[in-house]
């Protein structure tokens, strides 16, 4: 398990060392540096290994894509793979094991496979006219999707939605 820290903007991001001992940080060098273009999430898996960066305006070459690049949190552009979604990626987080990442693009939620990227489930969201995704995340004890949205139409209709993580296993890490 590493001990890192991280910071991010709507296109940068930066990895620091943390020493628990000296209780310091350390940058860590070639990170600070653009790696996409209107970036609305962040997520880093359990073990430290694995980021997901959900960057609208995308990774490659910062061209509008449908996917979220595997990243390395030390050399960015060294990915492992992409999860590709069927629109541009708003919000992604990774349960508690690691091994699955679930992602939207405010159509549908995607639950993939973290190590092999392949697609395991899709569930169209069905929101309401005006509704966008803000966020997804995974309850604390895992058994919960937790999607946050705001209406931007109507703010007393921004809620949170939820739905029981379905039974599906991703490769053991």
Same mark, same amino acid.
């Given at each position: 398990? @590493? #001990?890192?820290?991280? +910071? ?12 628990? !001992? ?6 860590? $060098? ?7 273009? #209107? ?7 359990? &073990?430290g290994n694995?980021l997901a ?18 990243? &390395?949190?030390?050399? %960015? ?24 990442? !679930?992602?939207? &693009?405010?159509?549908?939620? %995607?639950?993939? &496979? *973290?190590?092999? @990227?392949? +697609?395991?489930?899709? %569930?169209?969201?069905? =929101? =309401?006219?005006? $509704?966008? *995704?803000?966020?997804?995340?995974? /309850?604390?004890?895992?058994? =919960? ?8 139409? @109507? +703010?007393?209709? /921004? ?15």
């Amino acid at each position: 398990m @590493h #001990s890192r820290v991280f +910071l991010t903007t709507e296109s940068n991001l930066v990895t620091f060392n943390f020493d628990k !001992v000296a209780n310091s940080l350390s940058f860590v $060098e070639g990170t600070d540096v653009q790696v996409g273009s #209107s970036c609305t999430d962040f997520s880093i898996s359990p &073990d430290g290994n694995r980021l997901a960066y959900s960057c609208p305006g995308g990774n490659d070459k910062f061209q509008e894509e449908f996917s979220i690049w595997d990243i &390395d949190p030390v050399n %960015y552009f060294n990915n492992d793979g992409e999860w590709y979604l069927e629109a541009s990626p708003i919000s992604a987080t990774f349960n508690n094991a690691g091994t699955i990442l !679930v992602a939207t &693009d405010n159509v549908k939620l %995607y639950f993939f &496979d *973290v190590v092999t @990227h392949l +697609l395991l489930e899709d %569930y169209t969201l069905g =929101l =309401l006219e005006g $509704e966008k *995704v803000k966020k997804v995340r995974f /309850s604390k004890d895992g058994n =919960l999707v937790i999607i946050s949205l705001e209406n931007d139409a @109507h +703010l007393k209709s /921004s809620k949170f939605l939820y739905m029981n993580t379905p039974p599906i296993t991703g490769t053991p890490l």
